[in-house]
Every structure is written in structure tokens, then in C-alpha cells.
């Protein structure tokens, strides 16, 4: 019964068919054993586009200032606790070159909203990574910004651009963010990014305070329509320093059955597995893999700001040792599975 519950599953949402609230109650609600086809399923998708690769991107937190007020960020301007940095122009470069040295072939710019970070200041740094390195892609994860800017930073180079939309419920995504944002606006963004030709991805935590089946109906259907190339998702975990101190974690179940619902539902797309997984669960990255993503981020962020970035309480550091030693590691782990890590730049299959 389960057994046949799950095939139809798969099968409608291969066919473009959205689970709907209901019977995403009862996905959840099954077991492990009745969920593999499932996983089955989202992972041989991705081994049809992509065969056995895992892309690797290098992730630098450029800063951790930002003038928003999301309410279950750690990075949120009410939190007058949180350490605030800025990385300098010239030492964003330097990071660059030696992820460059050791393979990386992409680099995510991501950052809160600083308006430091102004198009005058991007404009030239992404020029200048793009004719230092050769074969190099430009991921920018800067927030919501003016069609014009985005347009700007394009022209400069920048390839890709993610933007979570958070939730596609506008009165959850009320409910999650200070009355100056609405899910109108960055669905704004998202279309723009789109229409100026970057590799789009948008992006979820689930399990944030609020959060119903029903408006994870919602985002499959925004994902299934929007049709990204890249999608985030993670469980929500609390921060202590914001008002969603006291709300339960995102369950890592759950996040992986949803990640295996986008990868049937967008076969093409690049998913991570996201530090959120890994620091919910400690397997959490192989765990993504096994459920569809076929994208890791190593965080290159220097070690002295790499604390500081802290947007929930707990974010893994366990990739700063020695990076070379770290991708051996998980590559040997992927290998048991089936997979490898692919450190070209990774694109979109298009
Ligand atoms: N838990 C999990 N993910 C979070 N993000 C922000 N705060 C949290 C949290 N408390 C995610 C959001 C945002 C991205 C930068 O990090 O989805 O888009």
C-alpha cells in the first residue's frame, strides 16, 4: 500500500504533477524503507543529466553586515550581538587565487545585504577574478538588488546568481520577514536575474517557523513553474539571538524528501547539499547526495572570519583544516557510492 502510495508519487511528479498538501503529510509519514524508491529515483535522475559527478563550488562569506531584519537569521540588523565583518576588495581576489591554486573553479560571492557591496566595488572585482583565472564561473549570493544592478554585475562577468525566495506562500513569507519585504519583490528579483541571463537559483529552509504542507505545496509549485537552475535547501535551525530562538529545527527527513521532489521535478537542476544538512546531521552531506544534490560548497572564508558568519547557532566549520585533505575525504566517501567530485566549473546543462 505504501509501497504503491510512493510510485504514484514519483510518477505524477516526473510528469510535472505536484504532491499536494495531503499527500506530502503522508510522504512524510513514511518510513525509510518505503521512502527508497524515492531516493532511488531523485538519484538516478541526477546521474542521467550529470552521470556520476559531484561539482565542487569554493563559497566565500564576504560579509556579515547586512540591513535587513529576516527573523530567523542570525545576520539580522536587530541582532546587536552579532560580530560584523567586511572582507576588503583586494583580499576577496587573494581567497580567489589560491581556491584557484588548489582546483576550484567557481567561486559564490555571498554576503547580507551590505550596501558597501555597491556595483562601483563589484563591478571590479568580478572583472578582475574573471581575466585572472581562466575557466572560472562567478556565483554572486548578495541579496535583492535593482534589475539594473544585477544587470551591471552581469556585464561584469558574474554568472550565476543565488537567491533563495524562502517560501512561495506570501502570508508565511510575511511571517518570516520585517514588514519592509514581500515575497512579491523577490519573486521581482528572481524573474529579473532570470530575463538577464544568469544561471538562476532560488531556494528553501524547511521546517521554518510557520511552515505548513501547504506551503511546501506552494514552493514545488514555484520551483516546478520558475524552473532554476540551481536550488537551495536546508533545514531551518534556530539562532539564539533572534525572535525564532525557541522554534524546533527543520527535520532532515523531511528536507531530504523535498530535495528528492525537486530533483524528479527539475531533473537538470544543480543542488547542493547544503551546510544547513550537515550541520543538522553529520552525514547530512552524503545523506543530500544519496536523496539528488550532486553540488558541494567547501567554505574557503578565512578562519578569522569564518565564526562570525553565523546565521544559526552551531554552522559547521569541520571543512577549515586542510582543504585538499577534505575533498579527498568526501571524494572517498562518494566513490563508495557511485559518485566522484568534478572541480571544472559545473554549469547548467542546458
Ligand atoms: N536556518 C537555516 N537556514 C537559514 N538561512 C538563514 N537563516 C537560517 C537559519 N536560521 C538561510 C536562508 C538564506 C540563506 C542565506 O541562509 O534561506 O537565504
Redesign the pocket.
Known sequence: MKKDFIERIIENTQKGIVPKAEDLKLIFGCDDKALSPLYERARETAFSVYSDNVFVRGLIEITSFCKND?L???LRRSNKEAQRYRIKEEDIFEICKIGYEKGFRTFVL?GGEDGYFGDEILVPLIEKIKSAFKNVAVTL?LGERTKESYKNLFNAGADRYL??H?TADSKHYKKLHPKDMSYENRKRCLYDLKEIGYQTGC???VG?PYQTEESLYKDLVFIKEFYPEMV?I??????KK?P?KDFE??SVKKTLIMLALVRILVPKALLPATT?LKTADGNGLLKGILSGANVIMPNLTPDEYRTKYE??DGKTTSDKKCIKEYLENIDNELNKIGRRLNMSRGDYKK
Open positions: 529576516c530567523y537569521c542570525g555571498q549570493s537567491l533563495r524562502e531556494g528553501l529552509m521554518s537551495g536546508g533545514p531551518f535551525i534556530p539562532h533572534t525564532f529545527k527543520g544547513a546565521i544559526y
